[in-house]
């Protein structure tokens, strides 16, 4: 059986930051002007005030300092807070098209491939922006691949999950060269208004190339040596929005249609399942967790990642080991071990080992275990 490699990524950042110092000023100012005009019912007990927002706050609960979003208008304005991306004709590339084309173009040349010779794209993504035509199948016409595209959602687990159905297509036949893709455009899903939340997400896009090793000419590329994905239902991270919701308007708009969590809940749960799973596929491959050079994790919290690193390897460990990129770019879903591969492979060698993991809402977990070639 041939070997299946990645070879290639890609990376696409938004034009557009903010600072989380940009972002609790706005959210305060939204603050003051909710309790002035609730100021009747706070003071009879009706309505709990809202509590400020802050900088340290928000980095010691996350590690988050900074995050990309596509547009900023609107969502720093207290009277709108949401980015106000206008709707394009459907002759136009869509927003996520174009986030992607640009990722995947850098993939493309990383690998040292042209399009036409991808057979099947996969868009990967915790949202599409509409149900169909496919994302993929626009970039798919954009780019000029062969073959066939589709789009698949696992919140974010949905790029380690679209690696495995990679593999899984090379392997059974029905493709030869797979172009992945993660166009996460999460600004648009967050509740700006809701304290807990308002600071986690960011835009990106990125990219990766799957095909078999024999046909690789990339200068570098990693070997998948096995992949394992884990699902168990849970509402504790969740987004209601749907087109059902248009059939109910008395909650059309009303928070759950945007990202909520039970964050305690999450981190209680959802921890001793990535230990579980992982120990799992080590097992199940025969290695010992200080066999990797590098663990590309899930960029979502940076305390949960800690937990995951000291499990596998211990208290002291470099940031090398396990690099850390959500504290400029957020928390990216899909796509932020990706980023996290994208930025710390070069300095790989040939034999060395790395983890590239994801865990999210599903609940999902999906890892791989890559050696550079």
Not at 60 to 78: F, T
Not at 108 to 125: K, N, P, T
Not at 167 to 173: K, S, T, V
Request: with cysteine; net charge negative.
């Amino acid at each position: 059986m041939d070997s299946i490699v990645i070879s290639g990524s890609g990376l696409f950042t938004p034009p557009n930051g903010i600072s989380n110092e940009e972002l609790v000023a706005s959210y305060n100012a939204y603050v003051d002007q909710y309790n002035a005009e609730h100021a009747g019912e706070i003071a009879m007990g009706h309505l709990g005030a809202l509590a400020y927002s802050s900088s340290e706050f928000i980095e010691k609960a996350s590690g988050i300092k900074h995050r990309y979003v596509m547009v900023k208008d609107g969502i720093l304005d207290p009277e709108i807070m949401m980015p106000l991306i206008p709707e394009r004709s459907p002759e136009s590339l869509s927003l996520q098209a174009e986030m992607g084309l640009a990722a995947a173009r850098m993939a493309l040349e990383s690998a040292s491939l042209a399009a036409h010779e991808i057979d099947l794209v996969i868009v990967a993504c915790a949202y599409t922006q509409r149900a169909y035509p496919a994302i993929a199948i626009e970039i798919q016409r954009e780019l000029g691949c062969a073959g066939f595209a589709y789009d698949m959602q696992v919140a974010c687990s949905s790029a380690t999950f679209a690696l495995a159905a990679a593999r899984g297509a090379i392997l059974g036949g029905s493709a030869s060269r797979v172009l992945v893709i993660c166009p996460e455009i999460c600004s648009a899903q967050i509740n700006y208004r809701d304290r807990d939340s308002h600071f986690i997400f960011g835009d990106v896009a990125t990219a990766l190339v799957v095909e078999s090793a024999a046909q690789c000419r990339a200068p570098q590329a990693f070997e998948i040596l096995g992949h394992k994905c884990k699902t168990e239902f849970s509402g504790n991270i969740r987004s209601n929005f749907g087109f059902l919701n248009r059939c109910d308007p008395a909650s059309a708009h009303a928070p759950d249609k945007l990202f909520h969590q039970q964050g305690r809940k999450v981190f209680k749960e959802l921890l001793p399942m990535i230990y579980q799973h992982l120990d799992g596929q080590l097992d199940e491959l025969g290695l010992t967790a200080n066999a990797f050079k590098r663990l590309w994790l899930h960029q979502a919290n940076i305390n949960m990642n800690q937990f995951v690193v000291k499990k596998l390897l211990g208290e002291e460990v470099s940031p090398l080991t396990a690099p850390v990129v959500l504290d400029q770019y957020a928390n990216t879903a899909s796509a932020g071990s990706v980023i996290a591969f994208h930025k710390y492979r070069a300095d790989m060698q040939a034999g060395d080992l790395g983890l590239l993991c994801s865990f999210g809402a599903g609940y999902s977990i999906g890892s791989l275990v890559l050696k550079a070639i």
